[in-house]
């Protein structure tokens, strides 16, 4: 789950205007972005959810536009199924970035250039969806529960009611590692959820 490297593309502003001329011609409309936005996110996740989804077998976790003149950048995160736990490669990423880009050079999304950087979840992006606790199992992780206590617990398995933790033992510096009986955390308890890096596994 480490993150990804970045690919970029920046079309010409050229490029993306004559296509948009192109298209004007045959009588399609740009779609307008919403304001405090270069992009029409609407029609980028439209047209590259098929891209990571079906050809991938990926999920598109999260579509984000920024910046402004020479800063405008899209992010997009992807990650695997909940049926994996291993790490998105280099190499994969890099082979979807260059499908999404593809998918975009035809999408209507607006005339303005931009960069595009794809990546995968950080290791220590915040645990929310159901799917993130999955891929998450048997590592440690960071748990504030809604009534502001905070400790690290081991994560055995996932239920419907919430996450099945071991909440690890406070122990003296050289000591094994020790963890209390295993308990069901409900999700409505919990405020905030990570993994906790560690660099002895």
């Known amino acids: 789950m480490a993150n990804g490297p970045k690919a970029s593309k920046k079309d010409a502003p050229n490029a993306r205007e004559r296509r948009a001329s192109a298209r004007a011609a045959e009588g399609i409309s740009t779609p307008k972005a919403a304001s405090g936005s270069f992009l029409v996110l609407d029609e980028v996740r439209g047209a590259i959810e098929k891209v990571v989804a079906e050809d991938f077998k990926l999920v598109l976790e999260k579509v984000t536009a920024q910046g402004k003149g020479a800063n405008r950048t899209l992010e997009i995160v992807i990650d695997y199924p909940e049926d ?3 790490a998105l ?3 994969t990423i890099a082979e979807v970035s260059q499908a999404i880009s593809s998918a975009l050079d035809e999408a209507n999304d607006g005339e303005a250039p931009y960069r595009l950087e794809v990546s995968s979840r950080g290791v220590t992006s915040p645990l929310i969806e159901t799917r993130h606790w999955k891929r998450s199992i048997d590592r440690l992780i960071d748990i504030t529960e809604k009534g502001g206590e905070n400790y690290l617990a081991r994560l055995d398995s996932v239920s419907d009611e919430g996450p099945v ?15 209390r009986d295993a308990h069901t955390l409900h999700w409505d308890a ?12």
């Open 84 to 86: 994996r736990t291993d």
């Open 165 to 179: 933790l071991r909440r690890k033992k406070e122990t003296k510096k050289g000591q094994p590692e020790s963890y």
């Open 89 to 91: 490669s280099l190499d």
């Open 190 to 201: 919990i405020s905030a959820a990570k993994v906790e890096i560690e660099f002895n596994r």
